[in-house]
């Protein structure tokens, strides 16, 4: 019977394809790619394959005359910069075989060269080749240009990430502006749910060809039908593209195997995205350290506790950083496990239980103490192993993590999550009780510069715990997300009232983010500068305007759903308001014993039996697909997954149907800071795919 482990083994059967022809290779990789490898083994897997080197893909990048083969790994499409890059390095080497991998199927490589019809074997490809042996200097050298889908990094055996497509975002209120500039005003759409893929710019299209196709191949390799379901706009033509795919029909007719498929919008639920209620360990890890450069998921955990170098300023580029990714240890892939699914609490004694066990087994002084687990306590743990190289050595996936941990806890910005989680709790509870613009008009006496008198006059612990512009930014999201969910009132006073206070607002954050001394990524994002010298008051403002035009649209990313419209539950006298997560919904509707249809998880037709059900089911009764009918279901959440929500359905799943295999894929592992990044980003509509 087909199981998770079957699909978290595919990442590494694809790279196979390319460990087979890396001997005796330079390797040139881009970094969406490397982020893939990174969870797939990493490095250690080419160069245990015979690789010589692994190289960045740069034009500044070259090899020597002892260096005859390249081996080129990219995500992209063989058009524009990245033919660009590899002529670049080709010209300044002196290979003699070349092999170049691409994500990117040749059947979306014919659609980005306007060939619509399907063509024996691979022509683009071929060209390519002949390309490169000009390139090379010699038409008889040896060129090779194929397909390997190494897009996918099993980051757990309950979660799949695809880094290659980590700024796929569902459509927003602006997108929608955007698409209908460009049509006739009788062809405009009336609402993103109406938007077809072939409405979407070329760019964006080709994106979402390119990942129904690896998608494809996945089914294709673990010999499956799926059954693909949708919640959303972005979604439903991502599921609909997967069900179209030319080479999915024979597939479909021989698969032994049989899953489920259901493609959430992140959209649907921002809430859960940018709050602070998850009591996750992992969460709170990714969102204070810093993230490994080039990488989206993995952050930087600094390892100068191993060794005996003295802290100061510049200690900090002498020890090459360590990371979350742990491969090569079981007992390291296990605290992994334990820190991504349980509860904060839950999580920290666990990486205690994990350090001490090992310092127990290496016969290590441990000094055990019980009670709450302290920073200081797990590096105490940690620092014994530094007089042991062949322990450090044994058990380096266990510190990194133990690491991790520590510098996260004792991280100076980690007080603000619990500042932010205070305050998204006094907003549920308002939100019953007020009409939107009375529980947005809360958020005005925060917005104050740090550092500010008022700040000080509150007791702030020197800024520690204080709202800066990034966590303003998030309680702005977290608000407009419910904004329908507020107690209604007069409609016209309410939008005159909440104009007035918009403009408040967006005069008194871009105050807050032009007086920061150092700007945040999210900020460099949300203004286009790098630092606050090059920032203008005109610039910040502009920024913040735009900002507001989005978060005015969060609120009715629901408005086409009919059952699962609402995210809330308001205070009955007795129990407090709560926040009620999308997911949570969704599955337990899936597992509802009585399997009642609903309406908002659309089924996507796969062909003419499908269609012919779906025409019969107006007259009589007809059996559709159900998500529950098969014993393997696929979470694919466009956007982005919380660690928190990862532990969510796991306990829905063991509530509800013990026993059934659930495998969450995502674009991204989400901190709450990327969410405004991609909600107030230009890069939706026009991803860079190499076109």
Known sequence: MLSTEDFTRFPQQMWEKVLSKVKK?????????????????????????????????????????????????????????????????????????????????????????????????????????????????????????MHAPVVFAPVSQQLVLTPTFAHLFPLLSPDLEAINAKRPEKKRFGSLADVDVHSLPTELQLEIKSLAAALNSVFEAIGT????????????????????????????????????????????????????????????????????????????????????????????????????????????????????????????????????ETASKEKLPIKMSMGRVTPEQLCSYVQLFRSSWGALESHCGVLQLGLATAQALRHPHLPRWDACLAFERLLLQALGDSDFPAVLRQLLPLMKPRGGEDSTASGSRSGEDECGPDEL????????????????????????????????????????????????PLLQELTGCASPEELTTERAHSAVENMFETLRGLSHTRDHLKQLRSVYTASDGVHQATYRPFLRQILEEVFHPDRPECPDIEHMSGGLTDLLKTGFSMFMKVSRPHPSDNPLLFLFLVGGVTPSELRLIKEVVTAHKPGTQVLVLSTRLLRPTDIPELLFTTRRLQPDIGV
């Not at 200690?315 to 090569?328: D, R």
Request: glycine residues 6%; charged residues 25%.
């Open 225 to 356: 039908r799926e059954e693909s379901f949708a919640v959303g706009p972005m979604s439903r033509i991502i599921a609909g593209e997967l069900a179209n795919h030319p080479q999915a029909k024979n597939r479909r007719k021989t698969a032994p195997n049989k899953a489920s498929i259901i493609f959430v919008d992140r959209t649907m639920d921002l809430t859960g995205a940018v709050g602070h209620s998850g009591d996750n360990l992992v969460e709170k890890i990714l969102t204070v350290l810093e993230p490994l450069p080039g990488h989206v998921t993995d952050v930087q955990v600094d390892m100068l506790e191993l060794t005996g170098l003295q802290r100061t300023p510049h200690s900090q580029n002498t020890v090459a950083p360590g990371c979350l990714a742990q491969t090569q240890s079981s007992a390291a892939q296990s605290l992994w496990e334990a820190m991504l699914t349980s509860k904060h609490k839950e999580g920290v004694m666990e990486v205690r239980r994990h350090l001490v």
């Open 473 to 520: 930014i998030l309680l702005l999201v977290y608000l407009y997300s419910l904004a329908d969910e507020a107690r209604p009132s007069d409609p016209d006073r309410e939008e005159e009232e909440l104009e007035k206070l918009e403009r408040e607002l967006i005069g008194a954050l871009t105050l807050v983010i032009t007086r920061e001394s150092d700007l945040s």
């Open 25 to 145: 290779a330079v390797v040139f990789m881009d970094d969406k790619c490397a982020e893939a490898l990174h969870w797939s083994g990493g490095a250690a897997v080419l160069l245990e394959a015979g690789a010589r080197n692994l190289k960045q893909f740069s034009s500044f990048e070259a090899c020597g005359v002892n260096e005859p083969k390249a081996v080129f790994v990219v995500s992209s499409l063989l058009k524009g910069r990245t033919v660009d890059v590899i002529k670049d390095i080709i010209s300044l080497s002196h290979f003699q075989y070349c092999v170049v991998f691409t994500t990117v199927a040749h059947s979306v490589h014919l659609l980005a060269n306007n060939v619509s019809a399907e063509m024996e074997g691979s022509p683009v490809f071929g060209q390519f080749e002949e390309k490169l042996c000009e390139w090379m200097g010699n038409m008889n050298y040896t060129a090779e240009v």
